[in-house]
């Protein structure tokens, strides 16, 4: 069939929206016509190289939409279903059988590559069509079954993309991988989406104190009207001692969303011990950080997260049903742009003043 698609060419052009033919589903695939698509930083520093993926791509991971055919070997999706897109997996390694899928043992291939995991790809042999699963800024996506995650019908679709990346990885990480509880303090490091769900999911656990970090005030501004209770800028005073005085000597957990790589430091410097630290933002490539020694002794910690740790096939309905009970209000952050209008949603994302862009189809 025809689609429409915006495809990534290289740093200095912008997307540009073409027709493709793209194939029928093979027996393990389920065609999805996208409703609406979250744009994310990601597809931003691939489209620019930051992150060196090959191009050219389809790129686009924050899709949802509604079932318009499926292989002969699923059962559990039929036609009309409305379905979150997430990241791929192979439903077999030890990862996957412990619900890790973001640890996948072929999560890059089935990924990063663009292609699917025999190396063809479902436009054409030359264009990425499988990015993050599924190549989402397109009218339509080819995805593996373990990519769509049914959700109800009462929810608004076009709103939903995010949660299969953004949402899942910031409330993810709260959860599954720093498993914060009520009382915990924690710092937060940028306020993008996933920082901002963090936040949610901070007050959601009952954390306390939840400090965000943000140089821009009107972010700031939004992560106390989502619940955290001081809020601090990287550019006036000493971060690190204005959350030890905060926290009474050190923050239980923190979070580093925001990708600047002096936000690492400080995610460090400012934890308690025992305190553990999780890395979600997506610094450029070869970014080193000398590690004082100091920051780690007496039990702290720190990791990286992908996808929050989080089994999405759980994980998404019960992000859809915490956002039906008022819990995650993020359509605060959230400005609709025309699929058209991709070209500018990117550039007044990368300026900041829009937090999560979301392309409707
Ligand atoms: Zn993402
Ligand atoms: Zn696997």
């Known amino acids: 069939m025809i689609i429409r698609a915006a495809i990534a060419i290289s740093p200095d052009q912008p997307f540009q929206i073409k027709e493709f033919e793209l194939e029928e589903p093979r027996k393990d695939e389920v065609l999805v016509k996208i409703s609406a698509s979250g744009i994310c930083h990601t597809d931003i520093a691939v489209k620019e190289q930051s992150i060196n993926l090959p191009l050219p791509m389809i790129l686009g991971h924050e899709g949802s939409g509604v079932v318009e055919a499926i292989g002969e070997n699923i059962s559990e999706l039929k036609i009309g279903d409305h379905v979150v897109l997430t990241s791929d997996s192979c439903g077999l390694c030890s990862r996957c059988e412990k619900k890790l899928p973001s640890y996948c043992d072929e999560f890059v291939e089935r990924n990063l590559s663009g292609k699917r995991i025999d190396g063809t790809s479902p436009i054409n042999s030359v ?48 959860f599954h991988a720093l498993e914060a509880d009520s009382g915990d303090s924690i710092a937060i490091f940028g306020a993008g989406t996933v920082g901002l769900s963090s936040v949610m999911g901070s007050l959601i656990k009952g954390c306390y104190p939840i400090i965000i970090v943000d140089p821009m005030s009107y972010r700031r501004e939004i992560a106390l009207e989502l619940g955290a209770t001081h809020a601090l800028s990287p550019e006036t005073g000493n971060v690190v001692a204005q959350i030890l005085d905060i926290t009474g000597g050190g923050a239980d957990f923190s979070i580093e969303a925001s990708g600047n790589p002096s936000a690492v430091g400080l995610s460090l410097k400012c934890l308690a011990r025992p305190g553990w630290s999780a890395q979600l933002g997506a610094t450029p490539a070869q970014t080193f950080h000398p590690l004082d020694m100091d920051h780690l002794g007496f039990g702290r910690g720190i990791k990286g997260v992908v996808m929050g740790d989080a089994y999405a096939k759980e994980f998404i309905p019960f992000l859809a049903s915490l956002h039906q009970e008022g819990k995650l209000p993020f359509e605060k952050f959230v400005k609709e742009y025309k699929f058209e209008d991709i070209n500018t949603a990117v550039q007044e994302s990368q300026q900041g003043s829009v937090i999560k862009p979301i392309l409707i189809m």
């Open 127 to 174: 264009i990425g069509s499988r990015f993050v699963g599924q190549s989402s800024f397109a009218s339509h996506s080819l995805v593996s079954a373990r990519s769509a995650i049914k959700i109800g019908r009462s929810h608004p679709l076009r709103l939903m993309g995010p949660l299969g990346c953004g949402l899942m990885t910031g409330v993810g990480t709260v």
